[in-house]
């Protein structure tokens, strides 16, 4: 089994900065994409970042110089950096990662999720 764990979600106030945290466990022999989502209430999941193994990274519009994805392969870990946050920003943010396993196949792995409140 694999399973992805965010953290460091909360509350803050308009033009604040959290960081978060997801990290993969179990049976892993690579990772290659890690992403972070998020879902605002009542609206779809969208992409909000994603990085390779080889740490390309790719960022949506909305959050493009406020936001910085990051990875630590030793660790399975992937971060999300959030500055100068907006109340548009709230939403629970999910990571997702393509895992491939000891046994060779490759799954698509979805955290839980952690949630971001920004807020004066």
């Known amino acids: 089994q694999v399973q992805l764990v965010e953290s460091g979600g909360g509350l803050v106030q308009p033009g604040g900065s959290l960081r978060l945290s997801c990290e993969a466990s179990?049976?892993?022999?690579?990772?290659?994409?890690m992403r972070w989502y998020r879902q605002a209430l009542g609206k779809q999941r969208e992409l909000v970042a994603s990085?390779?193994?080889?740490?390309?990274?790719n960022y949506a519009d909305p959050v493009k110089g406020r936001f910085t994805i990051s990875r630590d392969n030793y660790k399975n870990r992937v971060y999300l950096q959030m500055n100068n946050l907006k109340p548009e920003d709230t939403a629970v943010y999910l990571c997702?990662?393509?895992?491939?396993?000891?046994?060779?196949?490759?799954?698509?792995?979805w955290g839980q999720g952690t949630q971001v409140t920004v807020s004066p």
């Open positions: 990085i390779t193994s080889g740490s390309s990274k």
């Open positions: 997702n990662a393509d895992v491939r396993r000891a046994s060779g196949a490759v799954v698509l792995i």
């Open positions: 179990g049976s892993i022999f690579s990772i290659y994409i």
